[in-house]
């Protein structure tokens, strides 16, 4: 009966997962918790739902449950890590990205995360060391080499910062985040026809976003550009 109730909820599962109507997919997955309350994967299901969905109370609450069925799996650590700091609850964070990394210190989804954390706290250079270590593993990924040009960036190392923004860009000229952090540090040292360049691509790419075409109009105001 327990096998039949648990083939059931991942039956829910799998359909909650193709659904696109949210209220239906929740409705799939409660009725997975129902079947099936003490399995990891549904109550994770179900909790990055509500993780996605800024329900964090919720999410943690289900992310939890299914900890307690297996307190070494890394990749719910991780995700508690996700909800605290969503709710900016640093400390509990930490500790939640702390304990992931531990139990797969190759993890460079965690040490992103814990990055963002210490970055959060001003702590830069355990937030560099992260980063360091998550590019080490996952060098084609452009999230931590972005964020660690941003981190350069902020503590006045331009130069290290542009150093990793061209790395990305090597290999993705249309990368939105290190378009725009590439324009700011020109507009930074008044070189506003680069910064021009970057922005003019990132209005091309996104040509209904308010703020980058704001930006767009205030650097060719400061360069007297018409």
């Given at each position: 009966?327990?096998?039949?109730k648990?083939?059931?909820?991942?039956?829910?599962?799998?359909?909650?997962?193709l659904?696109?109507?949210?209220?239906?997919?929740?409705a799939?997955?409660?009725?997975?918790?129902?079947?099936?309350?003490?399995?990891?994967?549904?109550?994770?299901?179900?909790g990055?739902y509500?993780?996605?969905?800024?329900?964090?109370?919720?999410?943690?609450?289900?992310?939890?449950?299914?900890?307690?069925?297996?307190?070494?799996?890394?990749s719910?650590?991780?995700a508690?890590?996700?909800?605290?700091?969503?709710?900016?609850?640093?400390d509990e964070?930490?500790?939640?990205?702390?304990?992931?990394?531990e139990?797969?210190?190759?993890?460079?989804?965690?040490?992103?995360?814990?990055?963002?954390?210490?970055a959060?706290?001003?702590?830069?250079?355990?937030a560099?060391?992260?980063?360091?270590?998550?590019?080490?593993?996952?060098?084609?990924?452009?999230i931590?080499?972005?964020?660690r040009?941003?981190i350069?960036?902020?503590?006045g190392?331009?130069?290290?910062?542009?150093?990793d923004?061209e790395?990305?860009?090597?290999?993705?000229?249309?990368?939105?985040?290190a378009?725009?952090?590439r324009?700011?540090?020109?507009?930074?040292r008044?070189?506003?026809?680069?910064?021009?360049?970057?922005f003019?691509?990132?209005?091309?790419a996104?040509?209904?976003?308010?703020?980058?075409?704001?930006?767009?109009?205030?650097?060719?105001?400061?360069?007297?550009?018409?």
């Amino acid at each position: 009966l327990a096998d039949d109730k648990l083939q059931l909820a991942e039956a829910h599962v799998i359909r909650g997962n193709l659904e696109d109507d949210k209220e239906k997919q929740l409705a799939d997955y409660n009725t997975a918790v129902e079947l099936a309350p003490a399995d990891k994967d549904v109550r994770r299901t179900r909790g990055l739902y509500y993780l996605l969905n800024d329900d964090y109370e919720k999410a943690r609450a289900d992310i939890d449950a299914a900890i307690e069925e297996d307190p070494e799996d890394a990749s719910l650590q991780e995700a508690l890590g996700m909800a605290f700091m969503m709710e900016e609850k640093l400390d509990e964070a930490q500790k939640a990205f702390d304990k992931a990394i531990e139990l797969e210190p190759e993890s460079s989804g965690a040490l992103l995360q814990r990055a963002r954390v210490l970055a959060m706290r001003e702590n830069q250079d355990g937030a560099i060391a992260d980063l360091d270590k998550a590019i080490e593993l996952a060098p084609n990924s452009a999230i931590p080499l972005v964020l660690r040009a941003r981190i350069h960036q902020q503590a006045g190392n331009t130069e290290k910062a542009e150093a990793d923004l061209e790395t990305v860009l090597r290999q993705d000229p249309d990368n939105a985040p290190a378009l725009e952090l590439r324009g700011l540090i020109a507009a930074d040292r008044a070189d506003y026809a680069t910064a021009i360049r970057d922005f003019r691509r990132l209005v091309a790419a996104n040509p209904e976003d308010p703020v980058v075409v704001s930006q767009l109009a205030l650097l060719y105001l400061a360069a007297k550009q018409p």
